[in-house]
């Protein structure tokens, strides 16, 4: 989901720029191949391993992330529609972006609800614990919500139609109120305890993702709202768009300042390489496709500018953390388990 939205975010961009379109293209067809591997090697492993793999499950600080594998469903659909239309015809785009649609939505709803249920009735919980990886399981059905608005348009007019729709707009608040909940959390944290000073701290820019992904939410499913509903229930889709949009993308701005100091200051302490980088890269995508949609709602020149910023942030990051994972997966170091596993506890260290 790093590498595809990178591709989605492209293809929403408000300018056009020569030769992005053949690029986001490029980085649609990589990560499409990419899921496809991925998968294969999920399964296989499975297969071949099944109590390694269940012990990855039942693991506090790993079960969060399999949230991340509906999102990845989720980016490579949209992409699929908004780029690969082009490459293999609209109507197989369609067919192929609802049926990641529907898997990555199932996947996301079934992470929503077992694995808060699993923290809440079977795994022991610090004071200290939370973090960004918490969001994980709970932010799959606002992408389901962005995305699914791609579909509308492909779809009868009728009942269907408003059905998807308000289906989406249920998805947004449930992923919402849980995300404010467990950001709270997460702010609660830093406050008392600090940061853990370790690769952990990337996954602060996880709170990002669903503050992004909610404006892009907003801003999609209020374009194709008049589609589905009555004009005065359409217009008052779209005007909360704007109405939403631009107070959270102003949080948006505080927590990319917050977490860029706190990533920053750990870097200058010697923070090691992880996989936990790629935090940085899916949560920047959707504050991209986020400014994207209010600057196409706006239209705010200063919108489209900070749009442009942005996915130079987001390409940047993304090149250092994939060129990061290469070496790191030819040398082989990201492929063993730390040497001293265990809880990681926050800290505050003012005298440094």
């Known amino acids: 989901m790093g590498t595809g939205i990178?591709?989605?975010?492209?293809?929403?961009l408000p300018v056009h720029l020569p030769g992005l379109r053949a690029f986001a293209q490029g980085v649609w067809v990589f990560a499409a191949a990419l899921l496809l591997v991925l998968v294969i090697a999920v399964t296989l492993n499975w297969a071949r391993h099944p109590t390694i793999a269940?012990?990855?499950?039942?693991?506090?600080?790993?079960?969060?992330?399999?949230?991340?594998?509906?999102?990845?469903?989720?980016?490579?659909?949209?992409?699929?529609?908004?780029l690969g239309a082009d490459l293999?015809?609209?109507?197989?785009?369609?067919?192929?972006?609802w049926l990641l649609w529907s898997v990555g939505t199932a996947g996301g709803l079934f992470t929503a609800m077992t694995i808060p249920f699993l923290m809440f009735t079977q795994h022991e919980v610090e004071p200290d614990a939370a973090f960004g990886g918490w969001l994980m399981p709970v932010v799959p059905p606002m992408v389901s919500a962005a995305t699914g608005a791609l579909l509308i348009p492909h779809m009868a007019p009728g009942a269907g139609r408003a059905t998807m729709l308000y289906a989406c707009y249920a998805m947004f608040g449930m992923s919402l109120v849980a995300a404010l909940i467990i950001v709270t959390m997460i702010w609660s944290r830093l406050t008392h305890y600090g940061t853990s000073g370790t690769a952990r701290v990337p996954t602060l820019w996880i709170?990002?993702?669903?503050?992004?992904?909610?404006?892009?939410?907003?801003?999609?499913?209020?374009?194709?709202?008049?589609?589905?509903v009555d004009a005065p229930i359409a217009e008052a889709f779209n005007l909360l768009a704007i109405l939403y949009g631009v107070p959270m993308w102003g949080f948006g701005v505080l927590w990319v300042a917050l977490a860029t100091?706190?990533?920053v200051r750990t870097l200058r302490r010697g923070m090691p390489f992880a996989l936990t980088w790629w935090s940085l890269t899916f949560p920047v995508g959707t504050?991209?496709?986020?400014?994207?949609?209010?600057?196409?709602?706006?239209?705010?020149?200063?919108?489209?500018?900070?749009?442009?910023?942005?996915?130079?942030?987001?390409?940047?990051?993304?090149l250092l953390v994939a060129v990061r994972t290469a070496l790191g997966s030819a040398r082989g170091d990201?492929?063993?388990?730390?040497?001293?596993?265990?809880?990681?506890?926050?800290r505050k260290d003012p005298a440094r």
């Open 207 to 228: 709170v990002l993702g669903p503050v992004g992904q909610s404006i892009t939410a907003a801003g999609t499913l209020g374009g194709q709202a008049h589609l589905a």
């Open 88 to 97: 293999i015809g609209t109507d197989l785009a369609v067919d192929i972006n």
């Open 54 to 82: 269940r012990g990855h499950a039942r693991n506090p600080q790993m079960i969060h992330f399999y949230g991340a594998a509906p999102m990845a469903f989720l980016t490579v659909g949209a992409g699929t529609l908004l």
């Open 6 to 12: 990178v591709a989605t975010a492209a293809a929403t």
């Open 287 to 318: 504050f991209v496709t986020g400014t994207s949609q209010l600057a196409l709602h706006t239209g705010l020149p200063a919108l489209r500018v900070a749009a442009v910023l942005a996915y130079a942030g987001l390409l940047c990051t993304w």
């Open 334 to 346: 990201l492929l063993h388990p730390p040497l001293n596993p265990g809880p990681v506890r926050a």
């Open 261 to 263: 100091s706190l990533t």
